[in-house]
């Protein structure tokens, strides 16, 4: 077999390999992203509060949804401490976030990210074929407590789902520790 032939089975391999499961909980790695008007967003700025960190194509209708729902639940927890963040990764996203954002009244802050920069922040091949949404859920001191899968989750993006694990990050408090490491979403 050739070395060419050897890089081409990888690379097919590569891509319909299943994602790693990143596992939970796990410290939040920084994050940099900036929205339309051009003001760069700090990850580490959400500190303190339970943030939802949502990952989305801008044409995908379910993305279109959950982000709708992350603005319902914006102004119905918000005053208790939760923040949603969006971010667009589908191919050339960033010059059409400012109209999404419009669209769907979207008013928490969204931004624009490569590929790649998503993937690693999620901890997962991005070789490998994933769907869209996807969303981290981080408690207070920072910790990745919950992840969606990478091949898909319904069950994660039920409102019952996300309002009942952002009610119970939001119920822990600043001081609380996180738990131990656990298998699973």
């Known amino acids: 077999?050739?070395?060419?032939?050897?890089?081409?089975?990888?690379?097919?391999?590569?891509?319909?390999?299943?994602?790693?499961?990143?596992?939970?909980?796990?410290?939040?790695?920084?994050y940099a992203f900036t929205m339309p008007n051009g003001k760069q967003v700090l990850l580490s700025q959400y500190r303190g509060k339970v943030v939802a960190f949502g990952f989305y194509f801008t044409t995908c209708p379910h993305c279109q949804v959950v982000c709708q729902?992350?603005?319902?639940?914006?102004?119905?927890?918000?005053?208790?401490?939760?923040?949603?963040?969006?971010?667009?990764?589908?191919?050339?996203?960033?010059?059409?976030?400012?109209?999404?954002?419009?669209?769907?009244?979207?008013?928490?802050?969204?931004?624009?990210?490569?590929?790649?920069?998503?993937?690693?922040?999620?901890?997962?091949?991005?070789?490998?074929?994933?769907?869209?949404?996807?969303?981290?859920?981080?408690?207070r001191q920072g910790m990745i407590r919950y992840q969606s899968r990478h091949e898909?989750?319904?069950?994660?993006?039920k409102e019952e789902t996300l309002r009942s694990r952002i009610e119970e990050l939001l119920r822990e408090g600043a001081g609380r520790p996180a738990p131990k490491k656990r298998s699973g979403r």
């Open 152 to 157: 898909g989750d319904e069950v994660f993006f």
């Open 1 to 30: 077999m050739t070395r060419f032939t050897v890089s081409i089975i990888a690379a097919v391999l590569a891509f319909h390999a299943p994602a790693v499961a990143a596992e939970v909980p796990r410290k939040a790695p920084e």
């Open 69 to 139: 729902l992350m603005e319902r639940l914006s102004g119905q927890l918000g005053a208790k401490g939760f923040q949603p963040l969006g971010v667009a990764f589908n191919e050339v996203s960033a010059p059409l976030v400012a109209d999404f954002m419009r669209v769907y009244r979207i008013t928490f802050p969204f931004g624009a990210s490569p590929r790649e920069t998503v993937y690693k922040f999620l901890g997962e091949n991005p070789n490998a074929r994933g769907t869209v949404p996807q969303m981290v859920l981080i408690d």
